[in-house]
């Protein structure tokens, strides 16, 4: 599954775990636009401890393993960061790719 999310100046996205997703398949994640920071937390809860990371165009983030569960979000995005050439007037994009199921399902088996 490729999921695209467009974030305006300023915003972010909650700490949330993807929790509906089957597969242990490492999610990867590229940024264009904007600086973001990036907040990865542990499986537990919300809570502290965390690693925050600031994102910039081009990055690309895989988490796998036991972090492929863990709370993680967008704090917020940083206005007026963003490179010349990247084809946005402002923001930015964040293209994610993950498997959702546990295992593909064959035809004929």
Same mark, same amino acid.
């Given at each position: 599954? *490729?999921? *695209?999310?467009?974030? @305006? @100046?300023?915003?972010?996205?909650?700490?949330? *775990? /993807?929790?509906?997703?089957?597969?242990?398949? @490492?999610?990867?994640?590229?940024?264009?636009? /904007?600086?973001?920071?990036?907040?990865?937390?542990?499986?537990?809860?919300?809570?502290? @401890?965390? /690693?925050?990371?600031?994102?910039?165009?081009? /990055?690309?983030?895989?988490?796998?393993?036991?972090?492929?569960? &863990?709370?993680?979000? *967008?704090?917020?995005?940083?206005? &007026?960061?963003? =490179?010349?050439?990247?084809?946005?007037?402002?923001?930015?994009?964040?293209?994610?790719?993950?498997?959702?199921?546990?295992? =593909?399902?064959?035809?004929?088996?």
């Amino acid at each position: 599954m *490729v999921l *695209v999310n467009y974030y @305006p @100046p300023g915003s972010g996205m909650g700490m949330h *775990v /993807d929790e509906f997703e089957e597969s242990r398949a @490492p999610v990867i994640s590229l940024s264009i636009g /904007d600086e973001a920071l990036f907040r990865m937390g542990h499986t537990e809860s919300r809570t502290q @401890p965390w /690693d925050d990371v600031t994102l910039c165009s081009g /990055d690309l983030v895989v988490f796998g393993g036991p972090k492929r569960f &863990a709370y993680h979000g *967008v704090v917020r995005v940083n206005d &007026a960061t963003l =490179p010349d050439g990247c084809g946005l007037a402002e923001g930015r994009i964040n293209i994610t790719i993950r498997q959702v199921s546990a295992a =593909p399902k064959l035809q004929g088996r």
